[in-house]
T-cell receptor
Framework: GNSVTQMEGPVTLSEEAFLTINCTYT??????LFWYVQYPGEGLQLLLK?????DKGSNKGFEATYRKETTSFHLEKGSVQVSDSAVYFC???????????FGSGTRLSIRP | GAVVSQHPSRVICKSGTSVKIECRSL??????MFWYRQFPKQSLMLMAT?????????EQGVEKDKFLINHASLTLSTLTVTSAHPEDSSFYIC?????????????FGDGTRLSIL
């Protein structure tokens, strides 16, 4: 079946460090891929998305590229800030269905 | 941006009681609402999809008589956990979407942490 696997946390980095959170997926066809972020005490928010192979989603300095050949959608940011501390969820869905399949989430903590 | 309010944020109750969780879309009409469940350190798992005015569609393995969903208006859906037991303790999250088109984004509530003693 369809699934999303992302690196386990917690991930702890110093401010201005480079961030990578790995995400791979198992799916048939061509799903859309997403990264959601959940800040402390808040709901999930869509961070970025990509709808087809080789697309790059970007937002707030974060980027992720839809890699069909490696079935990956790794999240990257060149210089993290304390305010980026949150839980990040990789997810997929199909345009013909409403279900979103989430990864288990990765908790990111940034030290000043 | 679109806001979805979920209430209560946390509830602790005794085994055998029923618990109702509300999900409201505050600034848009939610044709479709979703209920998810998240166990510690695990993924959000879709429990059911509800469309306003019709019966909810439950995912495989989710007991519809245990988890009652009502989507009576375009701004409110409720999840009632009936005769709750400790194994029902979890984090429940709702989301809402403005239209039937799955390309519309889902807006999430802040979640409800349910603890059954």
């Amino acid at each position: 079946g369809n699934s999303v696997t992302q690196m386990e946390g917690p991930v702890t980095l110093s401010e201005e460090a480079f961030l990578t959170i790995n995400c791979t997926y198992t799916a048939t066809g061509y799903p859309s891929l997403f990264w959601y972020v959940q800040y402390p005490g808040e709901g999930l928010q869509l961070l970025l998305k990509a709808t087809k192979a080789d697309d790059k989603g970007s937002n707030k300095g974060f980027e992720a590229t839809y890699r069909k050949e490696t079935t990956s959608f790794h999240l990257e940011k060149g210089s993290v800030q304390v305010s980026d501390s949150a839980v990040y969820f990789c997810a997929l869905s199909y345009s013909s269905a409403s279900k979103i399949i989430f990864g288990s989430g990765t908790r990111l903590s940034i030290r000043p | 941006g679109a806001v979805v309010s979920q209430h209560p944020s946390r509830v602790i109750c005794k085994s055998g009681t029923s618990v109702k969780i509300e999900c409201r879309s505050l600034d848009f009409q939610a044709t479709t609402m979703f209920w998810y469940r998240q166990f510690p350190k695990q993924s959000l798992m879709l429990m059911a999809t509800s469309n306003e005015g019709s019966k909810a569609t439950y995912e495989q393995g989710v007991e519809k008589d245990k988890f009652l969903i009502n989507h009576a208006s375009l701004t409110l859906s409720t999840l009632t956990v009936t005769s709750a037991h400790p194994e029902d303790s979890s984090f429940y999250i709702c989301s809402a979407r403005a239209g039937q088109n799955s390309n519309q984004p889902q807006h999430f509530g802040d979640g409800t942490r349910l603890s059954i003693l």
